[in-house]
């Protein structure tokens, strides 16, 4: 246990950064390619977050057993959050994924990386990040309204939003995320299986 716990407080190599940058730059693909149906949609774009969550699990349990060192998930996350920020999407969404990130980063850590049902975990908790933005719309509706209006969101778009929007669809959008999450930690557990022998994940 202290050859890991010591493997995982040795500082990110140049090697680690690198593999953090490649497999974020396929996370943030798998994230908006799960996701892009939906947020196209005015009455479905608050399940983007339960689409985003279904194809990346085993991309990002994948990162983890090639690095498996705090902080790899928190760049990560930074920059999704970057990215999505620059890129248009409302700035609560790209701060739900940089928030969530690091909270998966310290979940995951707390099994020392190498804990599949801690990692599992650790996904789902960021994938949340992707409710940032929604929870947002339900607190300040107007608020965010303008924001988008700006960030050039049709106001159509955003009024069909706002006549779909009620307290059944705002946990329906987090009881989605967290189903589809685990369905994809799960595929991602089974999938990585030499990999996570290989990295010494356990249960």
């Keep these: 246990m202290s050859n890991q716990v010591n493997s995982m407080n040795k500082g990110l190599t140049v090697k680690d950064l690198v593999t953090t940058g490649i497999f974020t730059a396929l996370l943030f693909v798998f994230v908006l390619v799960g996701g892009v149906f939906f947020a196209t949609n005015p009455v479905l774009t608050f399940f983007m977050p339960a689409g985003g969550g279904l194809l990346a699990g085993p991309i990002y349990l994948l990162l983890i057993a090639k690095v498996h060192k705090r902080w790899s998930l ?16 409302h700035w609560a969404f790209a701060l739900g994924y940089m928030i969530m990130a690091i909270v998966a980063d310290f979940v995951a850590g707390v099994g020392q990386y190498k804990s599949k049902k801690l990692n599992s ?37 955003i009024d069909t939003m706002q006549a779909t929007a009620n307290t059944g669809i705002l946990i329906a959008m ?8 685990a369905i994809s930690a799960f595929v991602g557990c089974k999938m990585l299986k030499k990999q996570f022998e290989k990295a010494g994940i356990t249960a």
């Design 74 to 89: 928190s760049i990560m996350g930074v920059i999704m959050g970057i990215i999505w920020f620059v890129t248009g999407m």
């Design 121 to 157: 975990l650790s996904y789902i908790l960021f994938s949340l990040g992707g409710t940032g933005s929604y929870i947002v719309f339900f607190a300040d509706p107007n608020g965010w309204a303008q924001t988008m209006l700006g960030n050039g969101t049709e106001q159509s778009y």
């Design 174 to 181: 987090f009881a989605a995320v967290i189903i589809t999450s």
